[in-house]
């Protein structure tokens, strides 16, 4: 039997990309920091420093936060370019700072250690190292060039060249350590992670595998009894009808025909297990799967694609992929739970990618929780309106938050908008203007045949009767 893949699992989307919200509120933080350390050095202890510099320095930080915050959304993660480019954003930013104030006699250069920690515990080896180095190169730059620091009276505060030397090896030998040692508790807990997981999908296909092997024997045991009993009495109608041989040879094909059923179901579960088939399907049978359970709940879900994206035949098959099935099929479970009359499910295909709009006639996503769609816990108090529509319903964006995360581990991408006005007071029922979730994929991810993970070639097993 064939091993399960775990590239898409393990390698190709990490589940532990942080939120861009994250690195925003730690910038404030340190803005907040440094604001506060500027005005007490100035203020309490009457040192001269360049503070239009050392402002500029700071609002060139405030400016980025405000831009991260109105131009991406609040539930963006960060990826691993992304990550780096924060990193080194703030690694020069304080760089610049003790620049300004003093260099490794500030003590403040301790802070050097910040960004060092952050990149060993969530990017990779080459991104750690490339902000080790570039953490070394600022902290022996900063060693030699530095502004003075200068009391009210004009005295230049330093301390010995001995301890600046020491001050500088010291960094240089926390950078390393720290970070390898944060990179490797990292690494041995994510490769925990990933042998956990799949270790939990080989057991879950194996499972599934036995039941199958289950069913066929308790088939194989319950259809035993009628089975014999057609065949003895297949063979005793041949006997019986020898003179008759019109008839002899319809009693000799029901026996022969018992026979082969006995084969058939002796020869299932090991063909069912080589059955190319079940690792892939065309795109539509896949959403049509994943949309089965809520298909009969009261409300029409439609299936369409694009007519640019070529006739049916030219659909393409993508792999079936547990993380996709249950992230689309709460998608649809969400659209369902909150349309009024109707569902529309929508594809589009092209060499490059694969996308997929889950609509609704419902009244659309909150707007104040628009940027928040996909984070775990979020709750909102229930207007009257809600109460009555959907009494029963207590959600906490868990559902949301699982299909986006399993959706992103195979390597798609998620928007969130509404389809009209949610603040409107009416909107009539059965058209697209509800809430709208858009998946989109890069084909080489999920294509089945030419992509990355493409299935190999091969003929399925053929069953011997």
């Known amino acids: 039997m064939a091993q399960p893949d775990f590239g898409l699992l393990t390698g190709q989307q990490r589940s532990n990309w942080i939120r861009l919200r994250t690195m925003i509120l730690l910038r404030w933080v340190a803005i907040v920091g440094q604001v506060v350390a500027l005005t007490v050095a100035e203020r309490m202890y009457g040192l001269q420093l360049e503070l239009g510099l050392c402002y500029l320095a700071v609002g060139v930080s405030v400016i980025g936060n405000l831009i991260a915050i109105f131009v991406f959304p609040e539930n963006k993660r960060l990826t691993e370019s ?55 190169i600022i902290v022996t730059v900063l060693s030699d060039y530095h502004l003075p620091l200068r009391t009210q009276n004009g005295f230049v505060l330093r301390i010995p060249d001995l301890f600046v030397f020491g001050n500088w090896i010291a960094l240089v030998i926390a950078i390393c350590f ?53 065949k003895l009495t297949s063979a005793e109608l041949i006997d019986e009808l020898a003179d008759h041989p019109e008839l002899r040879d319809d009693a000799a094909l029901i026996r022969e025909q018992a026979d082969r059923c006995r084969d058939i179901l002796r020869d299932m579960g090991r063909a069912g297990k080589d059955d190319l088939h079940l690792r892939q399907a065309p795109l539509m049978t896949v959403v049509q799967e994943a949309a089965e359970p809520h ?120 928007t969130f908008a509404n389809g009209s006005d949610p603040y409107a007071a009416s909107t009539p029922a059965g058209k697209h203007i509800g809430a709208i979730v858009q998946v989109s994929w890069p084909r080489n991810k999920v294509d089945a045949r030419t992509g990355d993970y493409a299935i190999r070639t091969g003929h399925n097993a053929q069953i011997q009767t």
């Open 178 to 230: 720290i970070g390898l040692y944060s990179r490797r508790v990292t690494s041995e807990i994510h490769s925990m992670s990933d042998a956990l997981s799949a270790t939990q999908l080989a057991l879950s296909r194996e499972q599934k595998l036995t039941d199958l092997g289950g069913v066929v024997a308790a088939a194989a045991h319950e259809l035993g009894t009628p089975l014999a009993t057609i």
């Open 82 to 136: 992304e990550n780096l480019l924060m990193v080194l954003f703030d690694l020069l930013q304080l760089g610049f700072l003790l620049f300004l104030t003093g260099g490794l006699n500030n003590p403040f250069a301790l802070l050097m250690l910040g960004p060092v920690t952050i990149s060993a515990a969530v990017l990779t080896t080459r991104s750690t190292v490339l902000v080790g180095a570039a953490a070394i």
């Open 295 to 414: 298909a009969h709940r009261g409300k029409l879900v439609e299936y369409t694609h694009d007519p640019n994206a070529g006739d049916e035949i030219d659909q393409p098959a993508i792999l079936r992929q547990p993380e996709i099935i249950h992230g689309l099929r709460n998608l649809i479970q969400n659209a369902v739970d909150f349309a009024r009359t109707a569902v529309w499910i929508e594809a589009h295909w092209t060499s490059e990618r694969i996308t997929l709009r889950i609509i609704d006639d419902g009244r659309g996503f909150p707007p104040q929780l628009l940027g928040r769609i996909g984070d775990p816990f979020v709750r909102r108090r229930k207007s009257g309106s809600d109460q009555q529509e959907r009494p029963e319903y207590e959600g906490m964006g868990l559902g949301l938050f699982i299909a986006k995360t399993l959706l992103e581990r195979s390597g798609a991408e998620l």
